[in-house]
């Protein structure tokens, strides 16, 4: 191995972070904001809203999604949607966001722990956490690679339980050419600046049928049913025309966005297939993933440990991210939980420790890629 410090002559290049927004041009954008300056409709159920909630269902291949202000007060709403109460069994290995939701919905999180091969919650370990106050099972889709959907309904169905899948990270996400977001209950998606499709701030929930999307709709808008009827204690979770707008140009430029992360995705692969000490996540046969994140896991038998690497590429002015470290079950208000005892957690604890996203965005320059891969393969030798 060479000295860390042998390419300090780099270390002027521009910054380069985990990730950065798509943005579509600018010039394309522009006559969205005239229609809505004429027509002074900001927010509400506009017209952008509706008409993105039917593409998007479209091109998402459901029958009908609710648009939401983010991701989390859609995962809130989720939850208050199907009347979710008691326990409800998540992973510890995920955005604090997941298991917020449940605490803000008077919830106790259940901690399992999670498959090494996938990230995702672990069926064979879900059954031992029923107790009698389960209602419901919060998986996350993590990095956009599904979770054992079949096994996780199997033990839904057994045990009468609601499954809500936090699909954040998984949008357009296809295994054998079938959406994994009609799984479940619900799927709840993001359109956050920092994810595959964003409306800035945005997200969505994916609904089964008309009357569950009612409800919905209802929640996200105070509970107001008309004028003068509140049929529920609702939230404002409305998603304004202005992202709205941005998600309709955005469906224009998805598909070349994620063809560009598939690629930059591959050369990470092939950079580091013969280093042995670093693993990339693998997607199963038949699975049209979106290359929302590219997490790279350092292992024991590296020369240079995760942190040192992290510290190294930051150094260089790459600033990678340990997406999902420290665990979300370690944070105050988790850690007294039984199920967050770290014994009880061991492969998310190793993932936690391992992990490093690297950059993956469809404006990464290739030769910002090829840096930071001089820089990783370095610490190899
Ligand atoms: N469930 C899961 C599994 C999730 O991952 C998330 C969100 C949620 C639920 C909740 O969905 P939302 O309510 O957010 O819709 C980011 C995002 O804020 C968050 O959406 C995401 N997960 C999480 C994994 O990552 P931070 O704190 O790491 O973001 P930040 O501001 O440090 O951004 C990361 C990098 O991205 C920056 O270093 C630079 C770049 N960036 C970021 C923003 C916001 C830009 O270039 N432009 C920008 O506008 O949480």
Known sequence: MQPLGAQDDMISQRPVFVTEPHLPPLQEFIPYLEKLWASKRLTNGGPFHEQLEKELAAYLGVQHLSLFSNGTIALVTALQALRISGEVITTPYTFVATAHSLIWNNIKPVFV???PGTCNLDPARIEEAITP?????????????????????RIADTYGLKVIYDAAHAFGVKQDGASILNHGDLSVLSFHATKVFNTFEGGAIICPDAKIKQRIDYLKNFG?????TVVAPGINGKMN???AAMGLLQLQHVDQALVTRAAIHRRYQDAFADVPSLRLLQAPTGLEWNHAYCPLFVGPDHPVSRDALYALLKK???HARRYFYPLVSSFPMYR?????APEHLPHAQTLADQVICLPIY???RA???ERLIGIILQTAR
């Open 362 to 364: 469809p404006t990464l």
């Open 113 to 115: 722990d999670v498959d």
């Open 241 to 243: 025309e202005v992202s």
């Open 316 to 318: 260089h002015g790459i």
């Open 224 to 228: 107001f049913a008309d004028e003068v």
């Open 133 to 153: 106050a389960t209602t419901a099972i919060l998986p996350v889709h993590c990095y956009g690679l599904p979770c054992d959907v079949d096994r996780i309904q």
């Open 367 to 369: 030769e910002d890629q």
């Open 336 to 340: 007294g939980l039984p199920s967050a």
